[in-house]
C-alpha cells in the first residue's frame, strides 16, 4: 500500500470505516496493528479482578495463607475439588438460595412495573391532553433530581406507617415507578409520528388499544432500555435494602453479600465463592445479551 | 361533544351521550395512565421531599417523639469539623474520579472504535464490570490489595517495592477507593464515548481522509468537537455518583481508618443510624443536594460556553 493510501486508511479506520479494497497486485502483509499494545493491557487489567476471584474460590484456606500467594495446587481436579467445597460451604453458611429468591421476585416485580406504568405514564405525558400535564411531568422532573439520600429517612418512616418495613413489598413499592423511565419513555413517544396513532383513532381505537396494538411493536428500543436499565439497578441495589431490611431471611444478595463479609473477614475462599454466586446471573445475562446492554446505556446517556 | 367522540360512540351502536363524553374525553384518559406513576411517585418521592425538609428542621432520633429546632441543625453544620472534613473528602475523591474515568474512556473508546482482530473480547473485558455490584467490586479489592495476603502487595514486593497498607493505611486508603471505582465505571463511560464517535457522520471522515488529514488531525478536528455533549453529560453524571459515594466505603473500610474515608453520605449514614440524628441526617442531605446542585449548574454553564451542539 502506498504510504498515502495508508494514512488514509488510517484515518477512516479510526472511525471504524474501511478503505477501499487495494488494487490487485498491491499484496503487502498488513503489520499487527500497535493499538493491540495498549488495549491487551488494559483489557487483561479490567478482567484479572474476575479472573483472581474465580481462582481464590477454588483454592483452599491454608493456601490464601501464604504470601506470596499462588495459585492453588492440583489443577483442574483439586481446584474442582476445592469449588465444590467452598461453594457449598457459602450455600449453607448463609442463605444465599433465599437471597437470590428475593431479589429475583423484587427485581422481576419493579421491572414489570416499571415497564407497564412508565409507558402509560410516558404516553400520557407525551400525548394525551389534561389539565396539569406540564405541571405533572415537571414535578416528576424535579424527583429526578433529589439524591436519594435527602429521602431515604422519610420514605422508611413512610414504609413503617404502612408497616411494610423488613418486607419485600419495601424493597418493590417505592421503585414501582421511575421518574427516570417515565422520561425516557415521554421523549420516545415525542418522536413517534401522530398519523399512526390518529389512523387507529379513526378506525375506533381506544387510546389504550392504540398503545398496545399500533406502537407497541415500535417501543422494543426504549422498552429494552428501561427494562435493562432498571433489572441492572433493582439487582445490584444495596443502601436502600441496608437500611430497609433487618432480618436476614429478607435480604437481598447484595446485602446478603455485604453481612457475609463480616462473618467471613479471613476465610476468603469461601467469601470468594459467594461473591461469585451473587455476580454470575448478571454476568451470564451481561455475556447473552451484551449489545442490549450497550445499547440500553448509550441511548440513555444520548437522551440524558 | 367533538364530532370524533360521537363517531366512536355511534360505532359502539349507542346514541353519543354525557357519559361517553367523559369516558371518551382525553382527560380521564390522561389521569388514568399516570395514577399508578403519580401514587408511587406522590408517596415515595414527593412526599418525603416535603417531609424531609421539615425533617432537617428537628432534632428526631426516629423512636421518641422530634422536637422542633428550627435552623440549628443547618448552624451545627457550619462549625462541624467532622462534617468539613467529610466534604474536603468528598470533593478530593470527585476530583480524581471524574477526570480520571473521563480522560481514560476517551482514550479506550477511541482505540475500542477501529476494526481489529479480538475486538470483541477487548470491548467485553471493558464493559464487564459495569455489571457486578458495588459490593462485590469492593470485595475483590479487598482481596486484591489485602495488605497480607494480596496478589498486588505480592507484585511489589517482587518488583523491589515494598508491601503498602491500601484500606488500611489513613493516607492510601481514598486512593485505593478511587482505583477501585474507576475499574467499576471506565466501562459505562466508554460505552457512552463510543456511541458519540459512531454519530460522527460518515462522510465527515472520509472528507478527512480525502483532504489529507492525519490521523491526529482527524480527530482532533472531526472527532473531538463532536464529542462535547457526550462529554458533558459523562461529566456531569460522573459528578453527581461521585458526590454520592457510599457503597463502597461500607463494604470496605467503613469509614477507616481513622475516618479517612468517611466521605459525605457515609458521615450522613452515621449521623442517621449510627448516633440516632435523624433531623441533622437529613440536614447533611439537604446541603449534599445542594452541593450537587450548584456543580451541575456550573458545569452546564462551562458546558454552553464550550459544547457546540450539532444543528
Given at each position: 500500500m502506498s504510504f498515502v493510501a495508508a494514512e488514509r486508511a488510517d484515518v477512516l479506520d479510526g472511525a471504524g470505516l474501511t478503505a477501499l479494497p487495494e488494487p490487485a497486485g498491491h499484496h503487502r502483509r498488513r503489520r499487527p496493528s500497535g493499538w493491540h499494545l495498549l488495549l491487551l493491557p488494559v483489557a487483561l487489567l479490567m478482567i484479572f479482578p474476575f479472573v483472581w476471584l474465580v481462582i481464590t474460590s477454588a483454592s483452599t484456606l491454608a493456601e490464601t495463607r501464604v504470601f506470596p500467594p499462588a495459585l492453588p495446587v492440583g489443577f483442574p481436579v483439586t481446584w474442582i475439588e476445592n469449588m465444590v467445597h467452598n461453594y457449598s460451604a457459602a450455600w449453607t453458611q448463609a442463605p444465599f438460595g433465599r437471597w437470590a429468591l428475593n431479589t429475583t421476585i423484587v427485581t422481576t416485580v419493579v421491572v414489570i412495573g416499571n415497564l407497564v406504568f412508565c409507558s402509560l405514564a410516558g404516553?400520557?405525558?407525551?400525548?394525551?391532553?389534561?389539565?396539569?400535564?406540564?405541571?405533572?411531568?415537571?414535578?416528576?422532573?424535579?424527583?429526578?433530581?433529589?439524591?436519594?439520600?435527602?429521602?431515604?429517612?422519610?420514605?422508611?418512616?413512610?414504609?413503617?406507617?404502612?408497616?411494610?418495613?423488613?418486607?419485600?413489598?419495601?424493597?418493590?413499592?417505592?421503585?414501582?415507578?421511575?421518574?427516570?423511565?417515565?422520561?425516557?419513555?415521554?421523549?420516545?413517544?415525542?418522536?413517534?409520528?401522530?398519523?399512526?396513532e390518529e389512523a387507529a383513532r379513526i378506525d375506533g381505537a381506544t387510546r389504550l388499544g392504540t398503545l398496545v396494538k399500533v406502537l407497541l411493536p415500535s417501543m422494543a428500543a426504549p422498552l429494552a432500555?428501561?427494562?435493562?436499565?432498571?433489572?441492572?439497578?433493582?439487582?445490584?441495589?444495596?443502601?436502600?435494602?441496608?437500611?430497609?431490611?433487618?432480618?436476614?431471611?429478607?435480604?437481598?444478595?447484595?446485602?446478603?453479600?455485604?453481612?457475609?463479609?463480616?462473618?467471613?473477614?479471613?476465610?476468603?475462599?469461601?467469601?470468594?465463592?459467594?461473591?461469585?454466586?451473587?455476580?454470575?446471573?448478571?454476568?451470564?445475562?451481561?455475556?447473552?445479551?451484551?449489545?442490549?446492554?450497550?445499547?440500553?446505556?448509550?441511548?440513555?446517556?444520548?437522551?440524558? | 361533544m367533538s364530532a370524533r367522540d360521537a363517531a366512536v360512540a355511534t360505532q359502539r351502536g349507542r346514541r353519543a351521550g354525557r357519559w361517553d363524553r367523559v369516558l371518551a374525553s382525553e382527560s380521564?384518559?390522561?389521569?388514568?395512565?399516570?395514577?399508578?406513576?403519580?401514587?408511587?411517585?406522590?408517596?415515595?418521592?414527593?412526599?418525603?421531599?416535603?417531609?424531609?425538609?421539615?425533617?432537617?428542621?428537628?432534632?428526631?432520633?426516629?423512636?421518641?417523639?422530634?422536637?422542633?429546632?428550627?435552623?440549628?441543625?443547618y448552624k451545627a453544620l457550619l462549625h462541624d469539623p467532622m462534617f468539613a472534613a467529610s466534604v474536603r473528602r468528598t470533593i478530593l475523591y470527585t476530583v480524581l474520579f471524574v477526570p480520571v474515568v473521563t480522560v481514560g474512556a476517551l482514550g479506550l473508546a477511541v482505540a475500542l472504535n477501529r476494526r481489529l482482530r479480538g475486538m470483541r473480547f477487548y470491548r467485553t473485558a471493558v464493559f464487564?464490570?459495569?455489571?457486578?455490584?458495588?459490593?462485590?467490586?469492593?470485595?475483590?479489592?479487598?482481596?486484591?490489595?489485602?495488605?497480607?495476603?494480596?496478589?498486588?502487595?505480592?507484585?511489589?514486593?517482587?518488583?523491589?517495592?515494598?508491601?503498602?497498607?491500601?484500606?488500611?493505611?489513613?493516607?492510601?486508603?481514598?486512593?485505593?477507593?478511587?482505583?477501585?471505582?474507576?475499574?467499576?465505571?471506565?466501562?459505562?463511560?466508554?460505552?457512552?464515548?463510543?456511541?458519540?464517535?459512531?454519530?460522527?457522520?460518515?462522510?465527515?471522515?472520509?472528507?478527512?481522509?480525502?483532504?489529507?488529514?492525519?490521523?491526529?488531525?482527524?480527530?482532533?478536528?472531526?472527532?473531538?468537537?463532536?464529542?462535547?455533549?457526550?462529554?458533558?453529560?459523562?461529566?456531569?453524571?460522573?459528578?453527581?455518583?461521585?458526590?454520592?459515594?457510599?457503597?463502597?466505603?461500607?463494604?470496605?473500610?467503613?469509614?477507616?481508618?481513622?475516618?479517612?474515608?468517611?466521605?459525605?453520605?457515609?458521615?450522613?449514614?452515621?449521623?442517621?443510624?449510627?448516633v440516632f440524628q435523624a433531623g441533622y441526617a437529613t440536614a447533611i442531605a439537604y446541603v449534599l443536594f445542594l452541593g450537587i446542585l450548584l456543580l451541575t449548574v456550573v458545569q452546564l454553564l462551562i458546558g454552553r460556553r464550550f459544547v457546540h451542539y450539532r444543528s
Open positions: 404516553y400520557a405525558l407525551a400525548r394525551l391532553r389534561f389539565f396539569g400535564r406540564t405541571a405533572l411531568f415537571l414535578v416528576i422532573l424535579a424527583t429526578l433530581m433529589v439524591p436519594f439520600q435527602v429521602v431515604m429517612i422519610p420514605v422508611l418512616l413512610i414504609c413503617k406507617q404502612l408497616g411494610i418495613v423488613d418486607t419485600l413489598t419495601a424493597l418493590i413499592a417505592p421503585n414501582l415507578v421511575t421518574p427516570f423511565g417515565i422520561f425516557l419513555l415521554r421523549q420516545f413517544f415525542k418522536t413517534l409520528p401522530v398519523e399512526i432500555t428501561v427494562g435493562i436499565m432498571t433489572m441492572l439497578w433493582s439487582w445490584n441495589d444495596f443502601l436502600w435494602p441496608l437500611i430497609a431490611i433487618t432480618s436476614q431471611n429478607h435480604m437481598t444478595l447484595q446485602l446478603g453479600l455485604s453481612s457475609f463479609v463480616g462473618s467471613h473477614t479471613t476465610n476468603w475462599p469461601v467469601l470468594m465463592a459467594g461473591t461469585v454466586m451473587t455476580q454470575v446471573p448478571m454476568l451470564l445475562i451481561f455475556l447473552v445479551a451484551q449489545r442490549w446492554f450497550v445499547q440500553s446505556f448509550a441511548s440513555s446517556g444520548v437522551k440524558g | 380521564t384518559t390522561g389521569w388514568l395512565f399516570v395514577s399508578p406513576a403519580v401514587i408511587v411517585i406522590g408517596l415515595f418521592g414527593v412526599a418525603p421531599i416535603i417531609w424531609s425538609v421539615v425533617l432537617s428542621f428537628q432534632s428526631n432520633d426516629l423512636v421518641t417523639p422530634a422536637t422542633w429546632i428550627g435552623l440549628a441543625n464487564a464490570p459495569v455489571v457486578t455490584s458495588t459490593v462485590a467490586t469492593a470485595i475483590m479489592f479487598n482481596w486484591l490489595l489485602d495488605p497480607d495476603f494480596g496478589i498486588v502487595n505480592a507484585l511489589l514486593v517482587k518488583l523491589g517495592f515494598s508491601a503498602q497498607g491500601f484500606f488500611q493505611s489513613p493516607s492510601q486508603a481514598l486512593y485505593c477507593i478511587v482505583v477501585m471505582t474507576v475499574w467499576g465505571w471506565l466501562g459505562f463511560a466508554v460505552i457512552i464515548f463510543l456511541a458519540a464517535l459512531q454519530g460522527v457522520p460518515q462522510e465527515l471522515m472520509e472528507a478527512a481522509a480525502i483532504d489529507g488529514a492525519t490521523r491526529w488531525r482527524a480527530f482532533r478536528r472531526v472527532q473531538l468537537p463532536m464529542l462535547g455533549p457526550a462529554t458533558l453529560f459523562l461529566v456531569i453524571w460522573l459528578s453527581i455518583n461521585a458526590l454520592q459515594l457510599f457503597d463502597e466505603i461500607y463494604v470496605t473500610t467503613r469509614g477507616g481508618p481513622l475516618s479517612a474515608t468517611t466521605v459525605v453520605v457515609y458521615y450522613l449514614y452515621q449521623q442517621a443510624f449510627q
